[in-house]
């Protein structure tokens, strides 16, 4: 029976002529193998067995239409099928018992944890692993307290929330107002300075900038830092060390550190603090002026 080419002519299979294999090694490359991985006779073989007929070509141009007509009509509701979906992988990871059922805090002082609660906004049930876990942990840092913040999700029902919250320097009063400031001299959002009693009290204009120098340097003299009851700033220059007694220790605007060595010394040879004064002024370099109390 004949056979049919798609594309081609009709053949006689019959009566195409064989070709005898000739002596090993005769004939223009008639003994070669194959090359590995097919060549270009290989690929226009496999051309040639694609249906190109007019039938064809026109279902693979409608099919294309109706793709490209389908995406248009989507237009606004894709948005709603991919949440459709979302909600569908939701809903399956619940089924699982990945869950969120856990948040951890730590880090956090008694204060600053219901501000971090409140700020993360997840609840109990919803599903962990959609959890946005950059949006949460910016979420958490800016709460006031918080300096830094690290939210890890722990499979399958439990979120880790790892903060590290500003320190506390100081409280400062300015213009009647009183705030906890921080190594840095800024303000910390939401703290109550009535809960800071044992924090150093810096008063004034340009107090909450300079405490960061001037009280380490007090806290490497414990018998004068439990003495002071608040350091006030003047003229936004220099320090007036108001102690607990009533007395005044004036510093210099500059070299403090030396005027508060020089008057180590005179406490450790004289016991000064402990004689009662009105006030030391060290505002002069290499002098201490004592004016005796009333």
């Given at each position: 029976m004949p056979a049919v080419v798609r594309g081609g002519r009709r053949a006689n299979v019959a009566s195409a002529p064989k070709r005898s294999a000739g002596p090993k090694g005769q004939g223009r490359g008639r003994g070669r193998a194959p090359h590995v991985g097919g060549g270009v006779p290989g690929?226009?073989?496999?051309?040639?067995?694609?249906?190109?007929?007019?039938?064809?070509?026109?279902?693979?141009?409608?099919?294309?239409?109706?793709?490209?007509?389908?995406?248009?009509?989507?237009?606004?509701?894709?948005?709603?099928?991919?949440?459709?979906?979302?909600?569908?992988?939701?809903?399956?990871?619940?089924?699982?018992?990945l869950k969120l059922n856990r948040v951890h805090i730590s880090g956090a002082s008694a204060e600053a944890t219901p501000a971090i609660q409140r700020a993360l906004a997840v609840q109990a049930g919803q599903p962990i692993t959609s959890l946005d876990l950059d949006a949460l942990k910016a979420s958490v840092e800016q709460v006031g307290w918080v300096k830094s913040a690290r939210v890890v999700r722990l499979l399958p029902d439990t979120l880790i929330v790892d903060v590290v919250e500003h320190d506390r320097l100081a409280v400062?009063?300015?213009?009647?107002?009183?705030?906890v400031i921080d190594g840095e001299g800024k303000a910390i959002p939401g703290a109550d300075a009535g809960r800071y009693p044992n924090l150093p009290l810096v008063v004034g204009?340009?107090?909450?900038?300079?405490?960061?120098?001037?009280?380490?340097?007090?806290?490497?003299?414990?018998?004068?830092?439990?003495r002071i009851d608040a350091l006030v700033r003047v003229d936004e220059r220099r320090w007036?060390?108001?102690?607990?007694?009533?007395?005044?220790?004036?510093?210099?605007?500059t070299k403090q550190e030396a005027a508060l060595i020089?008057?180590?010394?005179?406490?450790?040879?004289?016991?000064?603090?402990?004689?009662g004064f009105s006030r030391i002024d060290l505002r002069t370099e290499g002098q201490v002026a004592v004016r005796p109390g009333a």
């Open positions: 690929k226009m073989a496999a051309l040639g067995r694609l249906d190109l007929t007019p039938r064809a070509v026109v279902i693979s141009i409608c099919a294309g239409v109706a793709v490209l007509v389908l995406v248009l009509a989507t237009g606004a509701r894709a948005e709603r099928i991919g949440q459709s979906l979302s909600h569908g992988i939701d809903g399956i990871t619940t089924g699982l018992g400062w009063q300015t213009r009647g107002q009183v705030f204009t340009g107090a909450d900038a300079a405490a960061g120098a001037i009280l380490p340097l007090l806290a490497e003299r414990p018998r004068l830092m439990s007036d060390l108001r102690l607990k007694d009533g007395s005044l220790i004036q510093l210099p605007a020089q008057l180590d010394a005179l406490d450790q040879r004289e016991r000064l603090l402990e004689l």
